[in-house]
């Protein structure tokens, strides 16, 4: 009875979110909604394979190959971003693989794989800056406008003037994450992967595949976390080396993670939406004059946050009510 | 001889003055660790912190170097202490990621703080050594001197740990957590003062880097991620294997950045790192048990 009842409540929100755009917000409220999206799936991207104790700071690199992949192909070559799409997350499992499969085979785990991958994704950030002849160096690159004469959208090129549009795309993907994350969470990987994060030679024991397991999970939230990159370079129109990849962006994708809730679905898109209304919030009551502020408050609460709500905020909403949280 | 170019030979010692200092860098971060087991993601804002404060004393206010410098590593010793008292010291029995991520929220916290108090503007205190030229090399005083620091430093903070009582006591700790309360050593008391020295450390590195590089709130990032590289590389908390890895590391962002440009040189310091951890996960000298 109570699912059921759940489920109708996520539907008739689901079907509220979905007529939002009808609602004639203003641009503005739309922008913040298909932030909250992205960063929602990007943040359930890295969830996946985080809530089973792999705590990447490396997928600042993932965000990294997708954005610019997509946009160096389009400006450099013409090519369509929905084929440099499917390059970037070649590249994307390729890289991931070349780092997951030595990791989880000679058992780099906890401190070590978080420095391992953070060092990865400061060699994507170096070599985006180190190529600045193709790629702008740090001052970031535009992809090149392919809306002349007027026109609202080009699907060649992957843009779209239109926020409803953004809107729809984003939802569908942040959809298929949570579709995903709830796959993950009722499959057996995901038992074995708990196994795993709690004792690797007792899991080896039982007879997992501990390395592949792992790597399976990786290469989905790599890849995952590859599309939500494009997605954010084609929707900006603007990417920099500093906002895409490196340790800034890594870590705020795990402290995000962190402030929702790690072990719920929906943990993530809290923390997403959280972590943007915190910053608009802030930009909004202290103005553009001071930098720095809304991101000093950030960081006091994350410290605050892990000392005192180490689930996050919705991981602890569903403690105290003691509801149990669709798939969790 | 084309091989052995000067250049070469120039980028090679620069190389070796780099390799000091970060060894300077890495013995703060692995000293902590290897007491505390605790990795401070945001050891380089430290010492960030620390080089506003000297820029701050010297430049705005006036005050002469030689009491700003100190002032600095006082400072920055007492915000080690007062980090480990208030944001490590709750979740010292938490999962070690937590720990990680604390201090990155530390990270976060310092470099907006001192956005809003400085700007992003890049500062400099405008006290520039002269450059030593040797035949057809030349090098920069600040770089030779920030050397001979380090390098002083690390012998003083060597000889501490093993002639002292308090030194003997950090490395009992480190050695075995759980039987040195038992033997009336107050642990927490020693993670404390390894905190502030772990922070003076930084506070002595600011010193020696506010003579070379202009300081903006960013500027840890450029220091940070290769100062946790040498310490796992040298086996996180073994602070004669940092010391090597920092020298090894040196050289491939000079004779790296001698070659190519500068990113390349960390890329591939970072990508040897890599490729490193998959061979000895441990680090080159792993820490003996």
Known sequence: MRTVNLRIVALVLLALLAAAPAAGLGNYTLHLMVMALLWGFIYTSWSIMGRLGMVSFGHGAFLGIGAYGVVMMWNLWGVSPWIGLVVSLAVTLAVALMIGWPCFRFRIVGHYFALVTLALSEVVRLVIVGLRDHTGGSLGVTPKGALTDGASMSLAAMQFSSKVVWFYLMLACWLAALYIWHRVDRSMQRMALEAISEDEDAAASVGIDVSRTKLGITLLSAAMTCVGGALYAQYQLYVNPETVSGIGISLQMVFGVIAGGMFVMLGPTVGAVFLLLLSEGLRVLVGNEIHGVDTTVYGLMLILFIIYMPKGILGKVVERFGARAPGG | ?289
Not at chain 2, 141 to 149: D, K, L, Q, S, T
Not at chain 2, 168 to 194: C, E, H, K
Not at chain 2, 249 to 268: D, K, N, P, R, T
């Open chain 2, 1 to 289: 001889m084309e091989f052995l170019d000067i250049f070469l030979l120039e980028a090679v010692l620069n190389g070796v003055l780099l390799g000091g200092l970060l060894a300077l860098l890495a013995l703060g971060l692995n000293l902590v660790f290897g007491v505390i087991d605790v990795v401070w993601i945001c050891y380089a804002e430290l010492i960030m912190v620390g080089m506003y404060c000297i820029w701050f004393l010297y430049a705005k206010l006036g005050v002469p170097l030689a009491i700003a410098m100190p002032a600095g590593i006082v400072a920055v010793g007492a915000l080690g202490a007062a980090m480990h008292h208030f944001v490590i010291r709750p979740v010292l029995a938490a999962e070690p990621i937590n720990q990680l991520l604390v201090t990155g929220g530390v990270l976060f916290f310092l470099q907006a703080a001192a956005t809003v108090a400085f700007g992003v503007e890049f500062r400099n205190i405008g006290v520039r050594l002269p450059s030593l030229a040797m035949g057809e090399m030349s090098f920069s005083v600040a770089r030779i001197v920030a050397f001979g620091v380090a390098i002083a430093a690390i012998a003083a903070t060597y000889l501490f740990l093993s002639r002292t009582f308090i030194g003997t006591a950090i490395r009992a700790i480190s050695q075995d957590r759980t039987i040195m309360p038992l033997m009336g050593v107050n642990p927490s008391r020693i993670y404390l003062m390894t905190s502030a020295m772990g922070g003076a450390l930084a506070g002595l590195a600011s010193c020696l880097l506010v003579l070379q590089y202009d300081v903006h709130p960013a500027i840890g990032l450029s220091f940070g991620p290769i100062t946790f590289m040498i310490c796992v590389l040298g086996g996180l908390g073994n602070l004669i294997g940092g010391f090597v890895a920092a020298f090894v590391f040196a050289q491939f962002i000079s004779v790296g950045g001698f070659f190519f440009q500068l990113e390349w040189g960390y890329v591939i310091a970072f990508a040897f790192f890599i490729v490193v951890m998959f061979w000895k996960p441990e680090g080159l000298l792993a820490r003996r048990r």
